[in-house]
């Protein structure tokens, strides 16, 4: 397959170690992919759908132990404690190779190690970047010609360099109490042993083109981060692009895939999604931010993916997708899950592998669901109705606008501008969101979660935020950077802003302010627009009036916040640039000013 001896001396030295019956080389090809499929439906390793109502698809259930990333186990080995940071996880290199090699030892004896080789966006753009992963899962195999662009041609586009990040996955005993999920990035390397769950074993994921590829990035002069991007195109044809990072249960998905309200999309109004969760970020010739999404599927969240919160991914799922976790509907050999419709199965086994009975689910009750709350599909971009015609340019798409949201009840307006590109970079470092009913533990509790990055950044958090400061100088035309927040509460604690497609009006002031066709109101946080300039047309129950609400500074609550983001700056510790803690001491200024 190649002659590379960086690439074959390493495969030989994980060979060794790990003692596979045999080598198999992946090439990208569909004959080899279906022969892949059917010896895993051999095994039980996968079930076939029901290939009529889901062509192509299939189901896979993970071990009961092994459902989500562990957060808990997942490390950045550097050989400074210090490079890792305050909020990774940190083990020395040497330590971590020795306590994982012997975990590895023979671990795919009786079984295959494949090799994948595959890129992190378009071979040969200047966004590329490339990486080959040894695996005996074929679950993993089968995914990650999904996500990625596997093929021979990413061995022809290396050639004999050794510029390549090594990935190493052995499933071993699925023991959590020996899982790991570990980044070296000083030597372009992930280990990862005992998990079969997507988010921890398919290494082109979060573990490259996020925590490896942030680290590569500060490096070498770009950025990886947790962000969406979409096309904005209006009735002239014209297309305007956004990047957006969220936290959790904040509606990226949603967002990436939107679909105009019916006034908007009646005058022509159009929405594409070039990526659903992680973006590139380049300065280009001309002087702007280019973005590309180095993924080539989507690995969503099934749970509350139905027709009305988000069609076009619901559509996406319907063809060449691998369910993982969800309820199997025996009686038509389809899936299902909660949130999809109110037509639970009634002949159903539910994603550990019992018999289901949905009249025992009890909505307070996690442990009654049919499908666990994060089962997942893995589904092929191409396939997404709204995908833009610029998912595969290998120069990207320029970004007019970066936009930042949470969660919160009080605090953040509907949406505000900051100042300066610095601001804005103090702007993603206060993200935030409060814990919901949802999620374990007490309600309103504020989680940091700086620029959606918390668990993904590959290096300290402060030199970080460092390097945005940095990108913001080396950009000549800079995007505008913004807050969101859809989830603003009235009294009775409902919702005030009905989001979903409406977020678009939102977004279309974000890209008039771009333009300069909008003025707004500076506050003490930021600029916020005119009540009048948010487009109401067609919303029933939303007046002027409500505009004018969500719109609001409640410095008290913001006063609050700021110790809140004190406390955390010291956790994130003395990395932290002083640009950010002049930022702060502003805001509380402004603030205190305006009392």
Request: net charge negative; charged share 20%.
């Amino acid at each position: 397959m190649t002659n590379n001896k960086y690439v074959l001396g390493w495969i030989d030295e994980m060979a060794a170690m790990t003692k596979p019956d045999k080598i198999v080389w992946i090439d990208g090809s569909e004959e080899q992919a279906e022969a892949l499929r059917a010896e895993a439906c051999s095994t039980g390793e996968m079930i076939k759908l029901n290939q009529e109502l889901l062509p192509n698809c299939y189901l896979h259930r993970t071990a009961v132990n092994d459902v989500a990333r562990v957060e808990g186990r997942t490390f950045i080995c550097t050989s400074k404690k210090e490079d890792a940071g305050n909020i990774n996880n940190w083990m020395a290199p040497e330590e971590c190779y020795a306590k994982l090699s012997k975990l590895y030892a023979g671990s795919m004896k009786g079984r295959t190690m494949y090799v994948i080789p595959y890129s992190m966006s378009i071979v040969g753009s200047p966004f590329a970047k490339y990486g080959i992963e040894l695996t005996d899962s074929i679950y993993v195999v089968l995914n990650m010609l999904i996500m990625t662009r596997v093929g021979l041609d990413v061995l022809e586009a290396l050639g004999e360099s050794g510029d390549f990040i090594k990935g190493l996955h052995a499933r071993a005993d699925i023991d959590e109490e020996n899982r790991y999920i570990c980044h070296f990035p000083e030597d372009n390397t992930i280990w990862s042993v005992n998990s079969g769950y997507g988010g921890n074993v398919l290494l082109g994921k979060k573990c490259f083109a996020l925590r490896i590829a942030s680290y590569l990035g500060r490096k070498e002069g770009w950025m990886a981060e947790h962000m969406l991007i979409l096309g904005v195109e209006y009735p002239n044809g014209d297309t305007k692009y956004i990047c957006a990072a969220f936290p959790s249960a904040c509606g990226k998905t949603n967002l990436a895939m939107l679909i105009p309200p019916k006034f908007l999309s009646d005058k022509g109004y159009k929405v594409w999604c070039v990526g659903d969760d992680i973006a590139w970020l380049r300065v280009g010739e001309d002087g702007r931010l280019w973005a590309v999404n180095p993924e080539n599927g989507f690995f969503g969240v099934a749970p509350g993916t139905n027709l009305n919160s988000n069609p076009n991914a619901l559509y996406t799922t319907m063809k060449d997708t691998i369910f993982t976790n969800v309820v199997h509907n025996k009686a038509n050999n389809t899936v299902w899950w909660e949130g999809l419709d109110k037509n639970p199965p009634a002949d159903a086994i539910d994603w550990k592998g019992n018999v289901w009975d949905y009249t025992k689910y009890n909505k307070a009750d996690k442990s009654t669901c049919g499908a666990h709350p994060n089962s997942r599909f893995t589904a092929k971009a191409t396939n997404c109705p709204c995908l833009s015609a610029e998912f595969n340019n290998p120069q990207g798409v320029p970004v007019s606008a970066i936009v930042f949201g949470g969660r919160r009840a009080k605090t953040a307006p509907l949406v505000y501008q900051s100042t300066s590109w610095q601001n804005g970079a103090f702007v993603g470092s206060i993200m935030a969101s409060e814990t919901t009913a949802a999620a374990a533990g007490a309600v309103g509790v504020v989680r940091r979660d700086p620029m959606a990055m918390r668990p993904f950044v590959g290096y300290d958090m402060g030199d970080y935020w460092a390097h945005w400061l940095k990108m913001g100088t080396m950009i000549p035309k800079a995007p505008k950077i913004f807050h969101v927040n859809w989830f603003r509460t009235d009294a009775d604690g409902n919702f005030i802003w009905p989001g979903f497609g409406d977020n678009m009006r939102v977004l279309l002031w974000i890209l008039d302010r771009c333009e300069g066709k909008v003025d707004a109101n500076i506050t003490p946080i930021g600029y916020v627009p005119n009540a009048e300039d948010i487009n109401i047309e067609g919303l029933d129950g939303v007046t002027l009036d409500t505009i004018k609400e969500l719109l609001t500074v409640d410095t008290a609550s913001w006063l609050d916040d700021v110790q809140n983001i004190k406390e955390f700056y010291a956790q994130v510790g003395e990395r932290v640039p002083q640009a950010m803690y002049d930022e702060l001491a502003a805001l509380e200024a402004r603030l205190n000013a305006s009392k």
